[in-house]
């Protein structure tokens, strides 16, 4: 049986999701596709590849986000929504809502200029 995702991790990327948005808002926001509610958890380094439940490695997408982001995959590699099994995902850049940063363990992030 598969590993559930810890309640306060899940908590933690709730709230990070909701901080700057007022409501739990997909931390992708693709345009033209974006629902805009949270949804789905998503591990940036898939689980498959050795992703854990961490607060650094999950994101708060809407449903229409999630599938977008699996059905194009270079795309999501480019922009941090995917993590090579290989890297770290709190090393590795991320473009939240059209901004690149570098998520932490305590649900917070930091500016970053990308890949």
């Known amino acids: 049986?598969?590993?559930?995702?810890?309640?306060?991790?899940?908590r933690v990327v709730v709230e990070r999701a909701e901080r700057d948005a007022g409501y739990p808002a997909c931390e992708i926001m693709q345009p033209g596709v974006c629902q805009g509610q949270v949804q789905h958890w998503h591990h940036r380094r898939l689980r498959s590849q050795g992703g854990e439940h961490s607060v650094e490695n999950g994101l708060g997408v809407?449903?229409?986000?999630?599938?977008?982001?699996?059905?194009?995959t270079g795309e999501?590699?480019?922009?941090?929504?995917?993590?090579?099994?290989?890297?770290?995902p709190g090393e590795q850049p991320v473009l939240r809502r059209g901004k690149w940063v570098l998520l932490n363990e305590y649900g917070t992030w930091t500016n970053s200029e990308g890949e």
Request: aromatic share 12%; net charge positive; glycine share 6%.
């Open 62 to 72: 809407c449903h229409a986000c999630h599938d977008y982001l699996h059905k194009h």
């Open 1 to 10: 049986m598969a590993k559930q995702i810890p309640p306060q991790v899940r």
């Open 76 to 88: 999501a590699y480019a922009r941090g929504w995917l993590v090579r099994g290989w890297k770290k």
